[in-house]
């Protein structure tokens, strides 16, 4: 209960910055439009929706990161985090206070993602809904990433960690461009030792039907999302501890 009333005061909060929302949904709505008019206008197989959906699901999520680093930041930048501190709330209570309204959001966003691809050739079945499904442990990972970075870091260390760096690793390492088996070598290792392309991997599996093909690479976005959320919760209760003292 104590979490769910810190949630609902943190939903508020990201109300009141529909901007931000419109931008975080807006902008993978742009790049799918501008892949699929590229695609329309090639004669080969580059960019087809169904393979280019989930990679576009997975990178828009990258933006919620931004979200939740930006709103424990700011808390932390008002102080506000500081009195809150002597109410009687855990780490944990804090960081799923700050997870549950981020959630709904993420959800809606990787929706809005799959309507518009209906409208650009998508077919709709089943394993649209699995697809969503399976891209939630996607998305706690990059809620879990934000709260870590808002953690530790400033607004404007915030912003250029989630904003610019996550954005770009998860969009050219997840293999939603390119096929990463182009480049292979060291770049497909290094991109296959993070969570990214497995989660676009998963998504794609979902979405064709193959389900014996997306445990293996579920399990490494799980593994990935409760590390980092454990880690989130022990670096903020190092950072109430020292507030408090």
């Not at 979490?3 to 419109?22: C, G, H, Q, T, Y």
């Not at 990258?62 to 939740?68: E, K, L, T």
């Not at 399976?134 to 530790?152: E, M, Q, R």
Request: charge should be positive; include cysteine; charged fraction near 10%.
């Amino acid at each position: 209960m104590k979490s769910l009333a810190f949630a609902a005061r943190n939903r508020k909060e990201i109300l009141r910055d529909p901007l931000n929302m419109v931008f975080g949904i807006g902008f993978p709505l742009a790049v799918l439009l501008l892949l699929s008019a590229i695609q329309a206008n090639i004669p080969v197989e580059m960019f087809v929706i169904d393979k280019i959906i989930p990679g576009i699901a997975v990178f828009g999520l990258s933006f919620v990161s931004i979200f939740s680093g930006m709103l424990i930041a700011i808390d932390r930048g008002t102080s506000f985090l500081m009195r809150l501190f002597t109410t009687p709330l855990s780490a944990s209570d804090y960081i799923i206070g700050y997870t549950l309204p981020l959630l709904p959001m993420a959800i809606l966003q990787i929706a809005i993602s799959f309507v518009a691809a209906f409208f650009l050739g998508l077919s709709v079945s089943v394993n649209v809904l699995l697809t969503l499904i399976v891209l939630i442990p996607t998305a706690v990972l990059f809620i879990g990433i934000g709260l870590l970075a808002g953690s530790v870091l400033n607004e404007k260390q915030v912003s250029s960690i989630c904003g610019a760096l996550l954005t770009n690793l998860s969009a050219w390492l997840s293999g939603t461009w390119f096929d990463l088996n182009l480049i292979g070598g060291w770049f497909k290792s290094i991109a296959y030792m993070l969570p990214f392309a497995h989660a676009v991997d998963a998504g794609r599996a979902a979405l064709s039907g193959d389900y014996s093909s997306i445990l293996p690479h579920l399990w490494w976005v799980i593994g990935y999302a409760v590390v980092i959320m454990v880690i989130a919760v022990i670096v903020f209760r190092k950072k109430m501890s020292g507030d408090k003292e």
